[in-house]
């Protein structure tokens, strides 16, 4: 990745780090992604020297994002692990492999939209709260000028002078 000239305007080098087949799986959610598209690799994986795990390249380019919901395949979500081809000609592999990471997937945007959710109505009973007081406010307000009104009415009128 180093000694190449400046990249294009909207082309990334990414480097996954961590369990191998992590890195793997995680290189293939990448390849699916509406909007990325991958250019080079992945290259890779190397052992890194300093940490355990493995280091993965892939270099992509960010695309205008599909105005339509892209159609996911489970056959083409995720990555087998590359070091095993017995496992990556395994179509019933990669549709467990790539079912278990989109069951996760759903999973986390579950549970970020139920905190969206809780957010949203605690919000909404806030401005709830806030009105309630309002139109409290606004409802003393209004038997003040009524009682205004009332004792104004009440008071004796000046006499006219002689």
Same mark, same amino acid.
């Given at each position: 990745?180093?000694?190449?000239?400046?990249?294009?305007?909207?082309?990334?080098?990414?480097?996954?780090?961590?369990?191998?087949?992590?890195?793997?799986?995680?290189?293939?959610?990448?390849?699916?992604?509406?909007?990325?598209?991958?250019?080079?690799?992945?290259?890779?994986?190397?052992?890194?020297?300093?940490?355990?795990?493995?280091?993965?390249?892939? @270099?992509?380019?960010?695309?205008?994002?599909?105005? @339509?919901?892209?159609?996911?395949?489970?056959? @083409?979500?995720?990555?087998?692990?590359?070091?095993?081809?017995?496992?990556?000609?395994?179509?019933?592999?990669?549709?467990?492999?790539?079912?278990?990471?989109?069951?996760?997937?759903?999973?986390?945007?579950?549970?970020?939209?139920?905190?969206?959710?809780?957010?949203?109505?605690?919000?909404?009973?806030?401005?709830?709260?806030?009105?309630?007081?309002?139109?409290?406010?606004?409802?003393?307000?209004?038997?003040?000028?009524?009682?205004?009104?009332?004792?104004?009415?009440?008071?004796?009128?000046?006499?006219?002078?002689?």
């Amino acid at each position: 990745m180093t000694g190449q000239g400046p990249l294009a305007p909207g082309v990334v080098q990414v480097r996954l780090n961590g369990d191998q087949d992590d890195a793997a799986a995680m290189a293939g959610v990448l390849a699916a992604v509406p909007g990325l598209e991958v250019l080079t690799g992945p290259d890779g994986p190397y052992p890194n020297r300093r940490s355990p795990g493995h280091r993965l390249y892939l @270099t992509v380019r960010l695309t205008p994002a599909a105005t @339509t919901e892209p159609e996911i395949s489970p056959m @083409t979500t995720s990555a087998p692990p590359p070091n095993d081809p017995e496992l990556a000609a395994d179509p019933d592999y990669r549709q467990a492999a790539a079912e278990d990471w989109w069951g996760r997937v759903a999973d986390y945007y579950a549970d970020q939209q139920a905190e969206v959710d809780e957010e949203a109505c605690a919000l909404a009973a806030q401005d709830a709260e806030l009105d309630a007081r309002e139109m409290d406010a606004q409802h003393k307000d209004a038997l003040a000028e009524n009682a205004a009104r009332e004792a104004e009415a009440e008071a004796p009128e000046p006499e006219a002078g002689p």
